[in-house]
């Protein structure tokens, strides 16, 4: 663009993609535990500390098969170029979605080494840390001088007496836009031991997201046991989910906070429709037993639920993922989601490519935007919208060749020995 | 219109190593697989993404639970984005039936030289 153009510029971008999850990463350990409260300081990362952040690979038998190597490691599409990891480098993501995807607006929703599923103590403190981690180093200064960073308050989902502080704590954030919790929880969502969590999210407007987490083995129950291996493990969370919204379409929450949203993220979308049929049918038959729930199930979830794409899936007929969607209220239910940098990440400009011209916007942006309405609908123009690229597969190209190149001549200059590890999806 | 590259000596990209030329719409990474190169399109036939950033990997196969043997050699070239996995040797992808975009790259001279992109 020549700098003529740019003074007819319009100072003001309409919003037409919100990616509802992105994973940002501390540079390093260090960084994060600066935020991370006493005495869950001193007693878990004064010896082996470095260890804890692994200890859910020890209860997993995650793959080690490398299904992210691509995206991270040295040269890899994700990975900075001056070090870090995946989803370290504020500008460098940036530059990744919003430049090379065209996103406007980023949630993030940090997944810094599992939840504390055992100690509800801990685990309210870790995501405490979380939030005073997240917003330090990416909703606030310079890494959004650009305004596109969004974030989730994590709460504890086996604690919803200081989930409720913690939203209390950061609900006027103007960049923190949802209580944000983990879907692997004790008892599903709707139980009313959540209650505090579901009035001051409902109090402050926010919509209530939720991410999966768990990876196979004893941590990632089914309604039929443990799965073996991880590649089980993905296409069971939508079990958890179906759990979760069952849960809050038939405890009555939604008529109780008539201004609440749910947003599932991870999760995908294609298993909404079959689910709404199933619980109107027998909402139909049974609802004498649950009276606090009014409305038709499908009514109550195309009103209130949002279902984030990613993992979108590709049956052999494209026609048939888009009726699956619609049936699914996709017009009014879905929302656009990347999971960057994870190896599984949707690209925003493939999942526009896929979807029909007439419910694109609401799928990409509309959708986010009446849930999320922290959100503005308009933004600022910023010098992201200014960046002339050329061709990003060129790019990364290029910079791994670089990488590879300095590697095999011994003269690699860039330390990774502190960077963060963090799960692979 | 398209011409030819010299992508390098020989012995500067040995067997299991490769070269990233920037040119056409994506880049073309250039791979020596067991001595032989191939020259692939930078843009994965999947969802498109930066196919030569990904790393290679020998062929793996299992007759039963527990038990595989690895190929002696990184065949196998994975994309970042998803995991999909393409053999050099062929272009084809290992599943879904999708091949990969090979271009001529011949040797001559001491040479390695990319031909039509």
């Known amino acids: ?425 | 219109m398209t011409r030819s590259h010299v992508v390098g000596r020989v012995e500067d990209i040995p067997p299991g190593s490769s070269k990233f030329v920037p040119v056409g719409k994506f880049g073309v990474g250039v791979y020596n697989v067991d001595g032989e190169f191939r020259a692939v399109t930078n843009y994965c036939p999947h969802r498109g993404g930066p196919l030569c950033v990904g790393k290679r990997y020998p062929v793996i196969e299992s007759k039963e639970p527990y038990e595989f043997e690895t190929s002696g050699s990184d065949e196998i070239l994975k994309c970042p984005w998803h995991g999909w996995e393409f053999d050099l040797r062929d272009g084809m992808a290992e599943v879904g039936g999708k091949r990969i975009r090979l271009h001529t790259v011949r040797v001559a001279d001491g040479m390695v030289v990319l031909e039509g992109v």
């Open chain 1, 1 to 425: 663009m020549s700098t003529d153009d740019h003074t007819h510029a319009p100072s003001t971008v309409p919003v037409s993609v919100v990616d509802c999850d992105v994973h940002p990463v501390p540079k390093s350990l260090d960084e994060f535990l600066e935020h991370y409260p006493e005495p869950f300081r001193s007693r878990y990362f004064a010896k082996y500390r470095e260890e804890v952040p692994m200890s859910f690979l020890l209860y997993t038998p995650h793959s080690n098969t490398g299904g992210n190597a691509g995206m991270g490691g040295p040269g890899g599409y994700a990975a900075p170029p001056n070090g870090g990891g995946p989803g370290s480098d504020p500008d460098f993501l940036a530059r990744q979605l919003c430049v090379d995807n065209g996103t406007d607006y980023l949630v993030m929703n940090p997944l810094n080494f599992r939840p504390r599923h055992w100690d509800p103590e801990w685990d309210a403190a870790h995501c405490s840390a979380i939030n005073s981690w997240l917003a330090a180093t990416w909703l606030e200064g310079e890494a959004n001088r650009h305004g596109r960073f969004f974030g989730g308050i994590q709460v504890s989902a086996i604690n919803p007496a200081s989930a409720a502080i913690e939203v209390e704590k950061w609900a006027e954030h103007p960049a923190f836009v949802q209580s944000y919790i983990i879907a692997d929880s004790h008892v599903a969502f709707g139980h009313p031991q959540y209650e505090p969590l579901l009035a001051a999210t409902a109090k402050h407007n926010l919509p209530l997201g939720t991410h999966l987490y768990r990876h196979a083995g004893i941590r990632s129950m089914t309604p039929v046991g443990f799965p073996s291996y991880h590649v089980e493990t993905l296409p069971n969370w939508i079990f958890t989910y179906m759990c979760h919204v069952t849960s809050l379409v038939f405890e009555g929450v939604f008529e109780r906070y008539p201004n609440l949203k749910f947003v599932a993220i991870e999760g995908g979308c294609e298993w909404v429709a079959p689910l709404m049929w199933r619980l109107d049918r027998q909402w139909e038959e049974l609802r004498e037993e649950v009276p606090q729930t009014r409305r038709r199930p499908s009514e109550i979830i195309r009103e209130h639920m949002r279902f984030a794409t990613q993992p979108l899936c590709e049956p052999r007929g494209r026609g048939d993922l888009i009726r699956a969607m619609e049936w699914g209220g996709a017009e009014e239910t879905m929302v656009f989601s990347s999971d960057y940098p994870h190896y599984d990440f949707d690209p925003a400009k493939w999942v526009a490519q896929q979807v029909p011209d007439s419910w694109r916007h609401q799928l990409m942006a509309a959708n986010a935007l009446s849930a999320y309405t922290k959100m503005p609908p308009v933004r600022p123009r910023d010098h992201l919208d200014d960046m002339e690229v050329p061709d990003f597969r060129i790019e990364a190209g290029e910079r791994r060749d670089e990488v590879m190149t300095a590697l095999r001549a011994g003269t690699y200059q860039v330390d990774n020995s502190k960077a963060w590890i963090e799960s692979i999806d």
